[in-house]
């Protein structure tokens, strides 16, 4: 695939080029002639110009006593002039005097070819004018020829090819094009070469791709240089990296899940093995073995419900984000903590501020904050929950007077599984603050720890809507 896309782009670089370089050679030819033509034109004016200011005198020299010039005096002096004038290898000049027409005997080849075949074309336009004609296009300049007194004695035309010029167009042209197919070959050849080195790393990721439907996490070679292709190198490796990373995490989530579910699972297991060692028909047996059961299966219940809660919880559709009146979370907080029993737990009063969020979410938070509170603190030890305002945040903060969080496990302590209690009957499944965090970012918010304190303080922010 690769192969073919370096062909297809070193075959599109090169139409371009090829495409440039025909509109470079038509502008340069037509440049060409146009500078060719006008210098013939400048000829031709000069030319003129000069028949103007020296014919009438040549007419007054050859004119007789009377002042009176006849046809022969005209044509002896219109062949006077044309013998001091005699033309150039630009262009040629005919007088008509006297009845008859003189041409000079210089002039570009093509122009001698129709003087010598009587094809030379007239023009009495008065301005520069193309004519066609079988030796290619003539530019033509005429003017009547007048006397010193102003009288009209016949007329003068001046001639220019423009075969010349149409000669060095197409030489250039011809030049340019030997120059340009020599470059593109070249140029097309260096071109493929130096497409195939550019996408040689997306070569690279091609087989990575492959590699990583079999399992394999191959990165590939970062070229030094900053463009796209580098940019998706480095991209890539960035996914892999995540891939690995990814992979690493659902691995140690098996395996807490595991360790989670196998405890109580061996608890019930051996109150069951317990309980046919005693036989069916002890009753105090029986109800203490169904009260670890239960107690057991309610257990993994919370584990299953935690893990669920931390899988939905960055999920923006399992979350609304609508405006919430702080107070009413609040009481909503208190009924459950009532249900539960927690009568002792002291809420503040909330500000009536409005915050974007999810109430019963919300609500679910604190919960699981206040929970993990006395979880983790001596019986009677004070819990609290405050609410304020700051600026365009709204904060949610559930503190206690307990022991705190241990250094060692504060970085890692929103991080699912971990728990500051190492085991035994007490040791809970660790995903309560994961819960807490999950919930909070997919309500747009922010949950931190707050070090300075002598406990345990958890600040929930989430962002003041705009009331209007």
Do not use: C, K
């Not at 023009?123 to 300049?141: A, K, M, N």
């Amino acid at each position: 695939m690769t192969d073919r896309l370096q062909v297809r782009v070193a075959l599109i670089a090169v139409v371009v080029m090829a495409l440039t370089l025909a509109v470079v050679s038509l502008v340069t030819w037509r440049l060409i002639q146009v500078g060719e033509r006008a210098d013939v034109d400048e000829v031709l004016l000069l030319e003129l110009d000069a028949a103007r200011e020296a014919l009438p005198t040549e007419i007054a020299d050859q004119a007789g006593l009377d002042g009176v010039s006849s046809p022969l005096e005209l044509q002896r002096a219109a062949q006077a002039f044309l013998r001091r004038n005699p033309g150039s290898d630009r262009h040629m000049t005919a007088v008509q005097a006297g009845g008859e027409r003189f041409v000079t005997q210089a002039g570009p080849a093509p122009l001698r070819s129709l003087r010598d075949a009587d094809a030379l074309p007239a023009d009495t336009s008065g301005s520069v004018t193309s004519i066609g004609t079988g030796e290619g296009p003539v530019r033509v300049l005429a003017s009547p020829l007048r006397a010193a007194d102003g009288t009209e004695r016949g007329g003068v035309v001046v001639y220019g090819s423009l075969a010349e010029g149409r000669a060095t167009a197409a030489d250039a042209l011809l030049r340019i094009a030997l120059a340009g197919g020599v470059g593109l070959l070249v140029g097309g050849v260096l071109l493929f070469l130096a497409v195939g080195r550019a996408l040689r790393p997306v070569a690279d990721l091609a087989e990575a791709s492959r590699g990583l439907g079999r399992g394999t996490h191959t990165r590939v070679p970062v070229p030094e240089r900053v463009d796209e292709v580098g940019t998706l190198a480095r991209e890539f490796n960035d996914m892999v990296d995540r891939l690995e990373q990814a992979e690493m995490e659902r691995g140690e989530l098996l395996s807490a899940v595991s360790h989670e579910l196998r405890t109580p699972l061996a608890v019930a297991r051996g109150h069951l093995e317990m309980f046919q060692a005693f036989g069916p028909g002890d009753a105090v047996a029986a109800r203490d073995t169904a009260v670890v059961l239960q107690r057991e299966l309610l257990r993994i219940g919370r584990i299953v419900d935690d893990l669920t809660a931390v899988t939905r919880g960055d999920d923006v559709g399992e979350v609304q984000r609508e405006p919430v009146f702080a107070p009413d979370v609040l009481e909503q907080l208190a009924q459950r903590l009532a249900g539960l029993g927690l009568d002792d737990v002291d809420l503040g009063q909330a500000p009536p501020v409005v915050l974007l969020g999810d109430e019963d979410r919300l609500a679910q938070t604190l919960l699981n904050l206040v929970l993990n509170a006395r979880t983790h603190t001596p019986p009677g030890t004070p819990v609290r929950v405050r609410v304020d305002a700051a600026r365009s945040q709204v904060r949610f903060v559930v503190e206690d007077d307990g022991p705190g969080i241990d250094p060692e496990v504060l970085p890692r302590v929103f991080e699912p599984f971990v728990t500051t209690r190492p085991g035994g009957a007490q040791r809970t499944s660790g995903l309560g603050l994961a819960v807490v965090r999950s919930l909070t970012r997919a309500q747009g918010g922010t949950v931190a720890v707050d070090p300075t304190w002598p406990g345990t303080r958890v600040v929930v922010s989430l962002q003041a809507a705009e009331v209007g």
